[in-house]
């Protein structure tokens, strides 16, 4: 029962996990726009959910999910590590700059702006989702 409660709240989970791991990239790159030598980085949320969603399947699976441990002797229990969360290990991307900077900073404050503030909208977007579906479960669960 726990194990189907999981998966059905596991795309929420890595999304909402995805969506503030770009949000400290996109503060990064804000944070360092006069920095020089600067790369502005960002996050293909797209993919990265895609993996972590799919990782997390298999995990659920026993499909090798996670991390495999070795055993130093026959009588340790066989186990697994957790599988890769959403916000870890997400693939940095460098963003290309439409028009370069003479420091070789590549951070444009527009279009960070507006990434930050469209990732802050889906962030609230995908919490208020995730907080129906939640309060969905609870009423279901509910005695009439």
């Known amino acids: 029962m726990i194990d189907q409660l999981e998966a059905s709240l596991n795309y929420h989970q890595q999304a909402l996990g ?80 439409s028009q370069p900077s003479l420091d070789g900073n590549t951070v444009e404050m527009d279009r960070e702006r507006s990434q930050f503030a469209d990732n802050a909208v889906r962030y609230q977007a995908a919490l208020t989702i995730m907080n129906s579906r939640i309060q969905g479960l609870k009423t279901a669960m509910q005695p009439e």
């Open 18 to 97: 995805l969506r503030q791991a770009r949000h400290e990239v996109l503060a990064a790159n804000i944070a360092n726009a006069d920095t020089p030598n600067y790369k502005a980085r960002d996050i293909d949320f797209a993919s990265e959910l895609k993996k972590a969603v799919d990782g997390g399947q298999r995990a659920h699976g026993n499909d090798g999910g996670g991390l495999a441990l070795s055993r130093t002797s026959d009588r340790h229990l066989a186990g697994e590590g957790p599988a890769r969360t959403a916000g870890n290990n997400a693939d940095l991307l460098y963003r290309t700059p």
